[in-house]
């Protein structure tokens, strides 16, 4: 019998999680054990809306509550947390909760004495990133309803920061927010594909960026985004 929207159970999902994983790692967008870890341990089932549940493993970005906000590929997240190097004790910003899903992924990461901080400027994308996050388990990732797009100074300094919705450009106020080393991850440039770009401070405060890949992010809105 052919299946149809929430038909899949918790095994199936386990399967497809476990699938995905070595499809991520053939690919060469999996390189280390923790994020690898992450990806099979967070169900994104539970961070998926209804209608969408069974598609949550296929590598296409869902929409998900709130105006355009989606919750994006997996290989996306593994781009940003591969290149971040997200290690326990880390202090996390990002910016776009959405689903929620990176969150919980970042949380796995930074384990329990690290913290994770995710900002969402949508309220009824923040609600459902939000409950999903405490059904889930996630509930100590400290989610905060506002605009995001010049960071959030109030918890800084962050050891890492993952932008997850287009900047205009370099996001210099939340390069301020950085630690000394710290590394951030955004995407940049126009409308239909960015560059998603790697800058670091080291110790010093010395900058260094690299370009990783392009990708397509909705666009970062607000008072430092490039729309209002
Ligand atoms: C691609 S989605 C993020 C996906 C999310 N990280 C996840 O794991 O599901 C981009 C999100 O950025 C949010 N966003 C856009 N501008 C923002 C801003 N200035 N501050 C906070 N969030 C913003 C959008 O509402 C949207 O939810």
Redesign the pocket.
Same mark, same amino acid.
């Given at each position: 019998m052919a299946m149809g929207p929430g038909d899949k159970d918790s095994d199936r999902f386990l399967q497809e999680r476990r699938s995905l994983v070595r499809w991520l790692k053939e690919r060469g967008y999996l390189s280390s054990d923790a994020v690898a870890n992450a990806v099979l341990k967070v169900p994104r089932e539970e961070?998926v809306p209804r209608a969408y549940r069974d598609h949550s493993y296929a590598e296409t #970005?869902l929409p998900?509550p709130?105006?355009?906000? $989606?919750? *994006?590929c997996v290989h996306t997240?593994c781009l940003y947390y591969e290149a971040l190097e997200l290690s326990p004790g880390e202090r996390f910003l990002?910016?776009?909760?959405? *689903?929620?899903?990176?969150?919980a992924l970042a949380r796995e990461l930074v384990g329990a004495d690290g913290s994770v901080v *995710?900002?969402?400027?949508?309220e009824e $994308?923040f609600q459902f990133?939000k409950d999903n996050l405490e059904r889930t388990g996630y509930g100590d990732v400290v989610a905060v309803l506002?605009?995001? *797009?010049g960071g959030h100074r109030d918890l800084a300094p962050y050891d890492k920061i993952?932008v $997850?919705?287009a900047c205009p450009g370099e996001p210099t106020e939340m390069l301020s927010q950085l630690s000394h080393p710290g590394k951030i991850v955004y995407p940049a440039g126009g409308d239909a594909y960015q560059y998603l770009m790697l800058t670091e401070l080291d110790e010093k405060g010395e900058k260094s960026s690299r370009c990783l890949t392009t990708v397509v992010?909705? #666009?970062?809105?607000?008072?430092?985004?490039k729309r209002p």
């Open positions: 961070f #970005p998900i709130g105006a355009n906000a $989606t919750i *994006s997240y990002e910016i776009g909760l959405g *689903s929620g899903y990176g969150a *995710s900002v969402e400027l949508d $994308t990133g506002d605009d995001g *797009s993952a $997850t919705a992010y909705v #666009p970062l809105r607000g008072r430092h985004g």
